[in-house]
């Protein structure tokens, strides 16, 4: 069964840094581009970075400079390191594979908040 499973997500504030993890386990992980999304309350998910199998990056542009995502294929994991973070990046984070959706997982919740 397929599962993706995010963790790394707490209070921090204003200007800290934080590092979100998400496992995928029951699927097809190394040919996909993966990707890390987020939600806001009240907002619809939209998509903060991909990283393609070999390495290729996109990030929003909100984002951009702060944010780092990376990929072990060997484990099936990709990471989302946040830096400067801001009270705009409060949200819930998610992963998933933006060609072949999985289903969404529970995601981590990220507040940067005094």
């Known amino acids: 069964q397929e599962q993706l499973v995010e963790s790394g997500g707490g209070l921090v504030e204003p200007g800290g840094s934080l590092r979100l993890s998400c496992v995928a386990s029951?699927?097809?992980?190394?040919?996909?581009?993966m990707a890390w999304y987020r939600q806001a309350p009240g907002q619809q998910r939209e998509l903060v970075a991909h990283?393609?199998?070999?390495?290729?990056?996109y990030y929003r542009d909100a984002v951009k400079g702060r944010f780092t995502i990376s990929r072990d294929n060997a484990k099936s994991t990709v990471d989302l390191q946040m830096n400067s973070l801001k009270p705009e990046d409060t949200a819930t984070y998610y992963c998933?594979?933006?060609?072949?959706?999985?289903?969404w997982g529970k995601g981590t919740l990220v507040t940067v908040a005094s």
């Open positions: 998933n594979r933006p060609n072949a959706l999985a289903s």
């Open positions: 029951g699927m097809i992980f190394k040919p996909y581009i």
């Open positions: 990283i393609t199998p070999s390495g290729g990056v």
